[in-house]
Every structure is written in C-alpha cells, then in structure tokens.
C-alpha cells in the first residue's frame, strides 16, 4: 500500500479481542480489548496484550479498563481512546494516505443502540475519514466463514464469542431471524471462579478461570482420559497464595447451566425460521463460530439436539474481520455481493 493510497479499514471491536483489517496489508491489529490508563495523567500506557497482562495486577497509579461489556460499550471514553490509539498507530505509517477518501467499516454487535454506533463513527471521522460504516457483526461472520449470504438461500450462523452468543439466520443479504444472549465466554469464566470459590474454598482471578476454561471445558458426558489442571489463587480457608488440582468433570458439570441457555437461544431461532429457509438449513448445516466455538465436544452436543449438521468455522476467532475485507469491495452494502 502506497501513503498515497486511499485506505479501507474493518473493525470488529469485540468484547475480549479487537481486530483491525487494512486493504493490502491484512489483520494489522488482533488483540484483548483491554486498555490501561496513568490515574494521575489519563495518559494511556498500554493497550491490547500488554493491557491484558496488567488486568488483576494493577497498583494505584494504573487503571485497566475492558470497554465492552457483553458486547456493548460500557464505558465510552475508554473505547474511543482504545480506537484512537490504534487508528493513531497505523497512520503514523500513511501520513499522506488520502483519508478523506478513506472507508472504514466498524462491526458492532446488533444490540448496539443508534447512538453508540453514531459514537463510534464520530471517533473515525476525528481523523478526517468521512466515509464510516457500522454494520453488524452477525453479517459480517457469516461473509468470514464463506456464506454467500446475497444468496436466496438460507443459512445459520451461531457465534459463540466473549460478551454474547448471537444466532442468526440470514438470506438474500440480511437477518431473518436473530438471537442474542449474555452467555459466552466471559460469563463461562465467571461460573467456573464462582465455582471454584464455593465449593473449593479458593479464590482465583478471571485470567486463571480463563485459563482453565480453555484446558479442560468440554461437553461431553463421557471422558475417555478424563484432563486436570493445577491453578494457583489464594486460599480462603488459611488466606494465603496457594494451589490446588481441579478436574475436567467438575468443569463440564458447572458449565451445563449455561450451554443449556445457549441451546436453548439455538433452538428459539430454529422455531422462528420460515420453513423454506429451514429447509436449507437442513440440507446445508449451520456454521459454529466465534472463540467459544473451540469448545471440546460441543459440535457434537449441538448437534445430537438440533439433529442438522454443524460445521466448525475454519477462523473461529478472526472471520469477522475477514468479513469486512469483502463488504469492503462494496462499500459495506449487505444487499449486493461485493464485487473485486
Ligand atoms: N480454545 C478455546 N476454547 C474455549 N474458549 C476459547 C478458546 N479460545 C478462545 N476462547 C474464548 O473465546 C472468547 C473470545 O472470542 P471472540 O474473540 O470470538 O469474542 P469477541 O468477539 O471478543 O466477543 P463478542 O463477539 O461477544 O463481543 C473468550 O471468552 C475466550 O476465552
């Protein structure tokens, strides 16, 4: 890309990781959003992974702020200067890029209020790039796994991310049916610490239940060799930092609750579909995306109680942003098939 070249830039400002698209450059940004501010000063001292490192370490002088929560801004300033700092670093490299006639496409999540995606075009515009288009992040998925969405043909996507689990329908360019519900990765972490401070008396911090999630979450009733995983936190009985060993079943049997809730958003949409659209739907599968798509044994789960295929998204955590590089072509015009 030349510094004369107009830019077209994708933002898919999820709940737990950021990502940025750049034409002819790729994924520029994939990192937490996560933020960190000097208390005294407001300056920002670091952002994305570094940020993420900070979060439950903090001394006084530091506040780490996540902006979003369960998909949307829950604290505005924070994400603005979460935007700003990544947009201020990509430019630096293309001060003469011809911004006026840039496009950036920001993906939101469908709950966002009109004046949240006004905000967050605002901000894009402060740096002189009037071309700003929000769209929802449903859509764009679908177009990152491959679903030719322009198509009279029906499709289903579930997208499992941190904030939200949305389920959504979609043909000839748009949403038929959608759901969305709070239950996604950041409230699984949430359980399993809970868990882990009732029955096992110890505290441990949301990075650690993160953690543990990834290691040994699993849906499946039968555990061949069945994993366990040594966590480090405090315990409560004695208060000081310890361990202690937690196995896979015991994680398995706190996260029920919550894919029940998630099934049950699955099958809410699946009831609501038109039956031709359900036709295809049956005969093409649904696409399972987003971070907490890679859970063990959850293609399966789904599938043994819808009874239709489930096909694993091939970029569980980036095809979002893929998305936007082909709305991109078209000036993120959902209606029409972009065209190179
Ligand atoms: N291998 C894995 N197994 C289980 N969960 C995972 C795995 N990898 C990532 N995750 C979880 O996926 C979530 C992040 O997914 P994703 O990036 O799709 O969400 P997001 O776009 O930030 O959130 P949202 O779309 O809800 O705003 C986190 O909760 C993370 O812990």
Redesign the pocket.
């Known amino acids: 890309m030349s510094n004369k070249e107009e830019l077209k830039l994708g933002i898919?400002?999820?709940?737990?990781?950021?990502l940025v698209y750049a034409n002819s450059r790729g994924i520029i940004f994939n990192e937490p959003?996560v933020i960190a501010f000097d208390k005294e000063t407001d300056e920002v001292v670091a952002v994305g992974n570094e940020a993420n490192d900070m979060v439950g370490k903090t001394h006084a002088k530091v506040r780490v702020v996540k902006p979003?929560v369960?998909?949307v801004i829950a604290d505005k300033n924070a994400a603005i200067r979460l935007i700003e700092y990544i947009l201020n670093d990509f430019l630096e490299h293309y001060q003469s890029a011809k911004l006026k006639k840039s496009t950036v496409l920001i993906c939101c999540?469908s709950d966002l209020s009109g004046v949240e995606r006004n905000a967050l075009k605002d901000i894009v515009q402060g740096f002189g790039i009037n071309n700003v288009l929000v769209q929802e992040?449903v859509k764009a998925g679908a177009i990152g796994v491959g679903i030719d969405i322009y198509s009279p043909t029906g499709s289903m996507i579930i997208?499992?991310?941190?904030?939200?689990?949305?389920v959504g329908v979609l043909a000839l360019g748009d949403i038929v049916v959608s759901n969305s519900v709070k239950t996604?990765?950041?409230h699984?972490?949430a359980e399993i610490k809970k868990y882990i401070k009732m029955k096992r008396n110890f505290e441990i911090g949301m990075s650690t239940a993160?953690r543990v999630?990834?290691a040994l979450?699993t849906v499946r009733e039968d555990l061949v060799e069945e994993k366990e995983m040594v966590v480090s936190g405090r315990n409560l009985t004695n208060g000081l930092p310890s361990r202690i060993t937690v196995k896979q079943s015991e994680i398995r049997d706190v996260l029920r609750k919550p894919f029940q809730t998630i099934i049950n958003a699955i099958l809410k949409v699946l009831e609501q579909t038109p039956p031709e659209i359900a036709t295809d739907i049956i005969e093409n599968g649904v696409i399972l995306?987003?971070?907490?798509s890679?859970?063990?044994g959850l293609k399966e789960f789904i599938e043994s109680i819808i009874n239709i295929e489930v096909k694993l998204s091939p970029y569980?955590?980036t095809a979002?942003v893929k998305g936007t590089k082909e709305l991109l072509k078209n000036n993120g015009d959902y209606l029409v098939a972009p065209t190179d």
Not at 12 to 18: K, Q, R
Not at 159 to 166: K, L, W
């Open positions: 898919d400002l999820g709940t737990v990781n950021t959003t979003l369960s998909g999540h992040e997208d499992i991310g941190g904030g939200s689990t949305d996604a990765g950041n699984l972490d993160e999630k990834i979450a995306n987003g971070g907490g890679q859970i063990d569980p955590l979002i």
